[in-house]
């Protein structure tokens, strides 16, 4: 499933680039440009890390 349509990066790299160590949605775009265009799909990558680290919360909120 497309989760970033700016950048084209789906639910399955989402989860690669978590399960390797990114943590949060900055390091997220960093790794794989996610998050980093329209701002628009930061909820579901917020989403992707609850479900991958459920005890962890961070921040959504980024400047675009």
């Known amino acids: 499933m497309l989760v970033c349509s700016c950048f ?3 639910d399955r790299t989402l989860r690669s680039v978590i ?6 949605a900055d ?3 960093a790794r794989c440009d996610a998050g980093t ?6 909820e ?4 992707l890390l609850d479900e991958a680290m459920p005890r962890r919360r961070r921040p959504v909120a980024r400047s675009a």
């Open 27 to 29: 390091e997220i775009g």
């Open 37 to 42: 265009g329209c701002g628009g799909c930061l």
């Open 19 to 24: 399960a390797s160590g990114a943590y949060d």
């Open 44 to 47: 579901e990558i917020d989403e």
């Open 8 to 10: 084209a990066v789906s």
